[in-house]
């Protein structure tokens, strides 16, 4: 069964840094995109930042300058090094994948259960 499994998540002051990380596992045959997403309660879920296979990013305007994503296809992993923490950062984080399973002949969209931030000014 094709899972995601964050870490990294955690308490920080303002200022401070934290790195998250995703591990993708399972009968994977490929991954295409990978992104870290968040979402805190009433909002809806927002993109924080995304790389493709062949290493293109996108982030957000918040994230643009104090993160960074990187991944490790060997290793179906993909990274987010949050740096310069503020308090609007507080939210649940949320791994994704755009892959395709092993014996299944299209890409679907898979997430992870989600790890916490919290940041106090």
């Known amino acids: 069964q094709v899972q995601l499994v964050e870490s990294g998540g955690g308490s920080v002051q303002a200022g401070g840094s934290l790195r998250l990380s995703c591990a993708a596992s399972g009968p994977i045959f490929a991954i295409r995109d990978m992104a870290w997403h968040r979402q805190t309660p009433g909002k809806e879920r927002e993109l924080v930042a995304r790389i493709t296979r062949d290493g293109d990013l996108d982030y957000a305007d918040s994230a643009k300058g104090r993160f960074t994503i990187t991944r490790d296809n060997a290793e179906k992993a993909v990274y987010l090094q949050m740096n310069s923490l503020e308090a609007e950062d507080t939210s649940t984080y949320y791994c994704?994948?755009?892959?395709?399973?092993?014996?299944?002949?299209?890409?679907?969209?898979?997430w992870g259960p989600g790890t916490q931030v919290t940041v106090s000014s």
């Open positions: 994704y994948a755009n892959l395709r399973p092993l014996n299944i002949y299209v890409y679907r969209d898979y």
